[in-house]
């Protein structure tokens, strides 16, 4: 059974209609990989997803429940829209650390401002998690002390902190040199292990290939394939998808 469903998804900014009916499901312990060029609209679906953009249309279940109805048709408060995004911890391309914050710092923060635990238990979970990400011999150096890698693996390791249902990764290397790419790729597949529930929007073919149980490629909006790795990387069957991936020499 699902443990999240997107349907009938729309977003548009203006005039520009960024995503068209955009319908997909997941299971708990997936990973989805999110495939599309630039401006396909796969990113915009995610930030739809945390709530970091309000959909048109559609809706979002949960764990069998609604979580949002766009038909509704009312003016969600501050508190609700942050309630629904506890569900969902989202790794940016860009880090997004507090450089005045050490990494047990980073990582503390929002358990510690939202009252997730006692302060011995938030800093226990904060530890263990950053051992996880191989960062225990970090854990009080600053974000301008570390690697592009090393900050993307802080990012993930605080995602983690509030025991989201889904994490979410939004191009997740993009912004690291090659050399940095396969550390933050690693903690990705040892989470998959853990039976942690994922959306990844990347462009790393051979990654999805490897550790994706669903693939997405999205193109204008709109889902042109879905499947699994094999239909999808190996096998895709739409010429859209077929043009895209011969890019990446997959086929």
């Known amino acids: 059974m699902a443990i999240f469903e997107a349907k009938n998804i729309k977003k548009s900014f203006g ?3 960024v995503l068209k009916n955009v319908s997909f499901e997941i299971e708990q312990g997936e990973v989805l990989c999110i495939l599309g060029s630039s401006g396909s609209g796969k990113t915009t679906l995610l930030r739809c997803i945390n709530f970091l953009e309000i959909p048109d249309n559609g809706h979002f279940i949960l764990n069998d429940k609604l979580l949002f109805d766009a038909s509704e048709n009312v003016t969600r408060t501050d508190e609700e829209i942050r309630q629904n995004r506890l569900h969902f911890g989202l790794v940016f391309q860009q880090f997004n650390l507090f450089p005045q914050y050490n990494v047990l710092e980073n990582v503390t923060l929002a358990p510690t401002l939202l009252k997730k635990g006692t302060p011995e238990e938030i800093d226990r979970n904060a530890r263990n998690i950053i051992e996880s990400v191989g960062l225990s011999d970090r854990i009080e150096h600053y974000p301008c002390q570390l690697s ?3 900050q993307q ?21 993009s912004a690291l040199d090659p050399e ?12 998959k292990t853990k039976n942690t529930t994922m959306i990844v929007v990347t462009h790393e073919i051979e990654f999805a290939k490897e550790v994706a149980d669903k693939v997405i490629f999205m193109a204008d909006g709109v889902i042109v394939e879905s499947g699994t790795a094999e239909e999808v990387i190996v096998n895709p069957k739409n010429e859209r998808t077929q043009a895209f991936l011969s890019r990446f020499n997959t086929m």
Do not use: M, S
Not at 153 to 173: G, H, N, Q, S, Y
Not at 180 to 191: C, R, S
């Open 153 to 173: 693996r802080v990012a993930i390791a605080r995602a983690l902190a509030l025991k989201p249902d889904i994490l979410c990764f939004d191009e997740p290397t």
């Open 15 to 17: 005039k520009t209609e």
């Open 148 to 150: 592009g890698g090393q």
């Open 180 to 191: 940095l790419t396969g550390e933050v790729l690693k903690v990705i597949k040892e989470l």
